[in-house]
């Protein structure tokens, strides 16, 4: 019981940080609505799927974080790559963005979720281990 | 005009996505809040019911691999005199036979039937029904020729039937020749997905558990009044498990009931499996979803499971049509709301694959399992669901080509195994 | 539109940039792949589940990287079990 009172405790708190990130980018003027939806789906996953596994809160908020700065590092650049690129192939390139887009868009957040999991499996190895001991 | 057409088109085929990822998400989170419960529960059914077995194990020009499961049958510690073993050659044109009537001989519960080349390579649902014309058990599981089940399996399926209501069980597939290749690595992640996450909680909640055909076990009489398997559907599996819960009885996953298999091991393998699977669901989807809706065996959430899973092999082509919707709709003259469901495009490509486990399914399947490093292979996962949209778009077009037409359209065609398998059994 | 001076270097420089994060993105799948260490396959062991736990830990432990506490324990395990054998000589 006292067990799954921390992981209700972590969810909540993830939520909560979630929200707050979640609305900072809602108020940015400098990131696109499209992106603020997936990084906001992304919280969303995020810690719903991965708060209530094993593993320190203080890691869980580090990736989830961590997921977000990778977000915006990536809208940022992915913008600014769509914008010099639209410069030379002006409306066409309008069309190759919007049919690759969901491909490109997503892979982060897949592939940093996986590898979170692997840092929340190695975790709970570690506690595993610890029980052995003891 | 065509702007309104468009927009309502993409508003419900981004509203089914929807309702598809929404499911899954219950179905994960279901899984992970039972994890704990699960792995302190004692043994779920009645482990002293131990009723009669006959055990169906179809096979056409298995060579490499029958020899290890009717092995491994022998070593199962399930009474023998409560089981009997049948060997269905269909028609097999290399020595599986043989090595078939090898085991026979030195074991009195192991039976062989053999059918002609004429007779036989109807489809597996034929050659079940041949099998089922000499089985006396009480209890009829289906084993596929390449599989390598633990060696108390037996039990663990059947104690489930102590349940009258209980009509069927389904018990959990885990691939064996995982490390071959990355076709096998990633069939494994939708294995992983769709039955430790998708079936179990269909199991937990009360949903439609379907049977994979394999691993899956029914009751005799049960089979015997349902009319036995059809044997004009590709996908008899899906098609009994709907007759099962139509008739008013429920089935079981039981995710202990460990069985190994092995995976398809080239692309070219995996399009002729999913193009069987497709069809063959799609199939199931025209006959049963308007007796589902009907139902008045089926709960509100059952039929609604039950359409959804009817339903889902047509889902790549219907995220394929979303995807190219949204390009006119982006130059034309996009409403407000579409940067909001636009978004569910991207999810979807991660989800409408083999299993059609989502990416987080599949994730939070390979972490209870305690994977430490198959998970990262899950975005790769992307050019599977490229590879199910022809395939899935392929089966249609045939479906709807042979229904116009009157034409029996139905080839099964065979997955060949190597036998590779063998190298990663461990004793 | 307004003007981005020194364009073609920038838009090298965006491509190579889009390019080598997209890269990484599948770098840990490109790595699982070539060098794999959870290749499977899943172990379905043959007997109960208190065994299965049982040989999942050993397993786990043996995959922990300091060698050293495994060593300290199996060294403790096999002292208990030396200290219970003189009484059974007995």
């Known amino acids: 019981m006292k067990e799954n009172e921390w992981k209700v405790n972590h969810l909540i708190f993830g939520f909560s940080v979630g929200a707050i990130a979640s609305y900072m980018l809602l108020s940015s003027s400098f990131v696109s609505s499209e992106s603020v939806y997936m990084l906001i789906i992304f919280n969303f996953l995020f810690v719903s799927l991965t708060f209530p596994l094993d593993g320190t809160l203080t890691r869980k908020i580090s990736m989830l974080l961590i997921g977000n700065i990778i977000g915006l590092f990536w809208n940022y650049l992915f913008s600014l790559f769509a914008y010099t690129v639209a410069y030379y192939l002006g409306d066409f390139f309008n069309t190759v963005y919007i049919i690759l887009s969901p491909f490109v868009n997503f892979i982060w957040i897949v592939s940093f979720w996986s590898i979170s999991l692997t840092a929340l499996t190695n975790s709970k190895d570690e506690k595993q281990r610890l029980r052995l001991d003891n | 005009m065509i702007t309104e057409i468009l927009e309502t088109l993409f508003l419900i085929l981004t509203a089914l996505m929807i309702a598809y990822l929404t499911r899954h998400y219950i179905f994960t989170l279901t899984v992970l809040k039972n994890h704990q419960k699960h792995e302190k529960a004692t043994t779920v059914g009645n482990a002293a019911y131990q009723p009669t077995v006959s055990i169906l194990i179809p096979a056409l020009n298995e060579e490499k691999v029958i020899g290890r499961i009717l092995q491994r049958m022998t070593e199962l510690t399930y009474p023998k005199d409560k089981m009997e073993i049948i060997v269905i050659d269909d028609g097999s044109t290399d020595d599986t036979g043989k090595i078939a009537e090898q085991c026979s001989k030195a074991h009195s519960y192991i039976k062989v039937i053999h059918r002609s080349e004429k007779e036989g390579g109807r489809g597996k649902a034929s050659t079940l029904n041949a099998g089922l014309k000499h089985a006396k058990g009480e209890i009829i599981l289906c084993f596929d020729a390449d599989y390598y089940p633990q060696r108390d399996i037996l039990e663990k399926l059947t104690k489930e039937f102590a349940d009258p209501k209980v009509g069927a069980v389904q018990g959990r597939v885990t691939v064996l020749n995982e490390p071959q290749n990355i076709v096998t690595r990633l069939v494994t992640l939708e294995r992983i997905g769709g039955y430790r996450v998708d079936q179990q909680a269909r199991d937990s909640l009360g949903l439609i558990t379907q049977l994979g055909g394999t691993v899956a076990g029914l009751r005799r009489d049960l089979l015997e009044s349902l009319g036995r398997w059809d044997e004009s559907i590709l996908a008899e599996d899906t098609d009994i498990t709907f007759r099962v819960y139509l008739a008013g009885y429920k089935i079981r996953y039981v995710n202990e009931a460990e069985c190994y298999e092995e995976a398809v091991e080239s692309w070219r393998a995996y399009w002729k499996q999913r193009y069987r699977w497709a069809k063959g669901h799609m199939q199931c989807a025209f006959k049963h979803s308007l007796k589902v809706l009907k139902s008045s065996n089926l709960r509100f959430r059952e039929k609604v499971d039950g359409l959804l899973l009817l339903n889902v092999y047509f889902m790549p082509i219907l995220a394929l049509l979303s995807w190219i919707i949204s390009v006119p709709l982006f130059f034309l003259k996009p409403p407000p709301w579409f940067g909001i469901f636009w978004v569910s495009i991207p999810i979807s490509i991660y989800s409408f694959v083999g299993n059609f486990a989502p990416f987080f399914e599949v994730g939070i399947g390979a972490y209870l399992d305690g994977r430490t490093r198959a998970q990262w292979l899950i975005p790769l996962l992307i050019f599977t669901f490229l590879y199910n949209i022809p395939i899935c778009t392929k089966a249609l077009i045939d479906l709807l080509i042979s229904k116009i037409f009157r034409r029996n359209g139905n080839h099964w065609a065979k997955t060949v195994h190597s036998g590779n398998g063998n190298s990663y059994i461990m004793s | ?90």
């Open chain 3, 1 to 90: 539109m307004r003007m981005i001076p020194n364009l073609t270097p920038t838009f090298i420089l965006l491509i190579l940039g889009v390019s080598t994060f997209i890269f990484i993105m599948f770098l840990p799948a490109l790595l699982e792949l070539k060098k794999h260490k959870d290749a499977g396959p899943r172990l379905i062991m043959n007997d109960a589940p208190v065994m299965q736990t049982k040989i999942r830990e050993t397993i786990l432990m043996v995959n922990v990287e300091e060698e050293h506490r495994f060593d300290q324990m199996l060294a403790k395990k096999m002292a208990d079990v030396m200290a219970v054998l003189p009484n059974l000589e007995a």
